[in-house]
């Protein structure tokens, strides 16, 4: 399977505790971008990524939350001191560099319960 | 003023049946454009590009009119596997990150 990869695909942790993802893009891909999905909502974008260097990053971005993407490939997302407003489903996509449409193929998500 | 809205629906639709989505977006810079769909609990997919000169695939056709900033799909015959969440997705420029409607629920009825 050559699609975006993220794991784990769940995590239940209680509040206060932190929390990592990771995940692997296409690997052809130099761009790799973090969305947020909450029940009943279209994915928010968080950050964005183009080889190691974060590009841009979303107001919802708190500094609880900080990503990475060390040798321009995988990338993880750590939230610290979770709390229950960061129960959701938390996305990867990667683009092509040179694609006219930066058209982005999403992972199959990490799924965060924070009790 | 949301950035792009569209109608959440449910849409239901008997088998056979053209359906048509649209959305608006606020952004007039927007640049690319998208229609994504997303299955209960999974990742969105991406369905097409939209095109300035609208484009086809099979049973979608997706247009875009720029003038009054609103993108439209529509499904031909539709199946039963074509219930899904339609997202309009839109990219305001450059490389940064994707603005989702919130999406666009269709059922397709036997």
């Known amino acids: 399977d050559t699609g975006v990869s993220q794991d784990p695909r769940h995590k239940i942790t209680k509040r206060g505790q932190n929390v990592t993802f990771r995940c692997d893009p296409i690997s052809e891909h130099n761009r790799l971008y973090w969305y947020r999905q909450t029940l009943g909502q279209g994915p928010e974008f968080l950050t964005y990524f183009q080889n190691e260097a974060q590009l841009e990053k979303s107001r919802l971005l708190s500094d609880r939350f900080s990503a990475e993407r060390p040798k321009g490939s995988f990338s993880t997302l750590e939230i610290q001191r979770t709390e229950q407003g960061d129960s959701a489903m938390y996305l990867c996509a990667s683009s092509a560099t040179g694609d006219p449409f930066y058209e982005q193929y999403f992972g199959p998500g990490t799924r965060l319960t924070v009790t | ?110």
């Open chain 2, 1 to 110: 003023r949301k950035e792009v809205e569209q109608d959440p629906g449910p849409f239901n639709v008997p088998e056979g049946a053209t359906v048509a989505f649209n959305c608006t977006y606020s952004n007039s810079a927007s640049q690319s454009f998208f229609w994504y769909r997303q299955d209960c609990r999974k990742e969105p997919k991406l369905l097409m590009s939209v095109y300035s000169s609208g484009n086809e695939d099979g049973r979608f056709t997706a247009q875009l009119n720029r003038a009054s900033q609103y993108i439209s799909l529509l499904i031909r015959d539709s199946k039963l596997s074509d219930s899904a969440t339609y997202l309009c997705v839109v990219n305001s420029g450059g490389a940064d990150g994707l603005t989702f409607g919130k999406g666009t629920h269709l059922i397709i009825q036997p």
